[in-house]
């Protein structure tokens, strides 16, 4: 029987012949490929090392488990279902991998508002240089012209621009076993239930 170092390894081997399982040890919890994927890759970051010596197995029918040393001792972690629970968890899968295959909706932008354009003030014409006239007498009645000043240019605030809002992944589920016997273990647990070894932190 081939040896696997990790968890991935062996479900790459399992899921030719099976595509759900059960934990070993209880009726209801179930795992199809997908949810046995996410759990393998936790366990490859290091959350359920193997001891030195240990290693994994599959079983013809597609069974996951470990051994210590010998192959003929092996803690199975996962065990093939049969039947309607099969056909179930297999449904379950498909449709959960259509679900990832579609496309995320995005959300509409909200187009920035054009600014209005500023507007420029008319040029002026350059001075043509000429001799100064010599003054002509003023009356009473000739009223004295007065300078106008050029239009002031006006600035237009800026919009500030839209940003999305980031979105957060989906966290894969945790499942944790012992590291000495394999058992399933409660999330708060202090020592393992199957072999009263105390839970790592």
Known sequence: ???????????????????????????DNYFNARDLFAFALADDNGEGALKEGQFYLVSAEGAIGIASG???????????????TYEREVLR????????????PVAPTVPEPVPEPVPQPAPQ?????????????????????TPQSAPQPQTVPQQPAFQSAPQSAPQP?????????????????KFCSGCG???AR
């Not at 899968?93 to 496309?103: F, G, S, Y």
């Not at 240089?129 to 009645?141: L, V």
């Open 125 to 145: 014409p350059q001075p043509v240089y000429q001799p100064a006239p010599e003054p002509a007498p003023q009356s009473a009645w000739d009223p004295q012209p």
């Open 93 to 104: 899968l498909k449709a959960e991998l259509e679900r990832d295959a579609q496309p995320e």
């Open 1 to 27: 029987m081939k040896h696997y170092k990790n968890l991935m390894s062996a479900l790459g081997d399992a899921m030719p012949v099976c595509l759900a399982w059960r934990l070993n040890g209880s009726e």
């Open 173 to 189: 589920p945790k499942v944790r076993f012992c590291r000495n016997c394999g058992s399933p273990i409660s999330p708060n647990a």
């Open 70 to 84: 010998y192959e003929y001792f092996v803690r199975w972690l996962f065990i093939p279902l049969e039947g309607d």
């Open 197 to 199: 070894n105390p839970i």
